[in-house]
């Protein structure tokens, strides 16, 4: 009988993503980039085409930010769902920052964006070690630093949700070895209006919280799932996703998204078959991803990364 039971539980780690993730104690709540008195530089630019016309002000331009994206075209967005690789960064420098994340951008009536998004990074500016962290960010207008996780009035934790902004989580991917991933949906609530953020890797759909319908206005949005760096400018790029490029298009040496599904205005998710999705890689010699297609028991997917020493 031993025997068996052994069997049985080997098998439930491989076939539950609940077996892959358990969650690190510490928790490290809206961690400050001001601490100590320290003040860091680094922030976020997005990428085109969501701030093509401006000028970052001086204390973004010290940033240089790179993405290798999948997104949207502008037009009426209800939210993504997609399970999403954790990868870790060993080597992280003080002011890099690497991570992925769902995204939506919403446009108000005078062509402004603001931005949502929920996702992973390791960020030791923030934190002050190289955890990998589950964030939110939000920001009113792109041309504008935002703020993470509960640094401002944003993002709006659950009572008792299963995973807090800027909570650790392991275990992570590992090169060759191991993947492991978690899914998360962003959605507008058709009754609310605000965007909820879920969890559903665990037995039931596990609410995380949201942010107020009024972050993300207007009825115009893209939506994006996007792998992303950020690092001083003259310094060298931090690793994005595995830290390697996506070509072998294999979930244990490629970051990805997969299972990618689409939101409709009832908070009905569906494969994005009829979705025009778009590439956005704005360093391809750097960081770069592959097509967004559809494989068996993988769904809609696509794989992004590229290693350490990107320059520019
Ligand atoms: C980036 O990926 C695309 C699509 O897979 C490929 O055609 C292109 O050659 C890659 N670029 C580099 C610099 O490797």
Redo the contacts with the bound molecule.
């Keep these: 009988m031993g025997c068996c039971y052994v069997v049985i539980s080997i098998f439930l780690c491989f076939s539950l993503a609940l077996c892959y993730l358990t969650f690190v104690v510490s928790i490290d709540v809206g961690g400050n980039l001001h601490k100590n008195g320290k003040i860091t530089t680094l922030s976020r630019s997005l990428p085109l085409p969501f701030t093509q016309k401006n000028k970052f002000p001086d204390d973004m331009s010290n940033t240089i930010s790179h993405y290798a994206m999948w997104h949207t075209e502008l037009g009426k967005a209800y939210g993504l769902r997609a399970e999403m690789s954790i990868w870790g960064s060993q080597n992280e420098e003080y002011s890099q920052e690497s991570g992925a994340a769902i995204q939506m951008y919403c446009q108000d009536d005078g062509g402004k964006y603001s931005l949502i998004e929920a996702g992973f990074h390791v960020s030791p500016s923030l934190y002050h070690n190289r955890d990998v962290r589950f964030f939110t960010y939000s920001t009113k207008d792109t041309k504008s630093p935002g703020c993470y996780n509960l640094q401002c009035t944003g993002f709006v934790p659950a009572s008792g949700a299963a995973l807090l902004p800027g909570q650790a989580i392991a275990p992570q991917s590992s090169y060759g070895e191991t993947d492991r991933y978690i899914r998360l949906s962003l959605n507008k609530d058709p009754n609310s209006k605000d965007w909820v953020l879920y969890r559903h890797d665990l037995d039931a759909p596990s609410f995380l919280g949201h942010f107020p319908g009024q972050l993300c206005p207007g009825t115009l949005q893209i939506q994006a799932l996007t792998g992303f760096v950020n690092y001083l400018r003259n310094t060298q790029g931090p690793p994005m996703g595995s830290g390697h ?1 996506p070509d072998d298009e294999d979930e244990k040496k490629s970051a990805y998204f997969k299972h990618v599904k689409i939101y409709d205005s009832k908070g009905h998710a569906w494969d994005p078959i009829t979705t025009h999705m778009v590439p956005l ?1 704005d360093k ?2 750097c960081y ?4 967004f297609t559809v494989k068996i028991n993988r769904g809609y997917i696509f794989y992004y990364g590229g290693p350490s020493g990107c320059i520019g």
């Design positions: 490029f890689v391809e010699d770069n991803e592959t097509d």
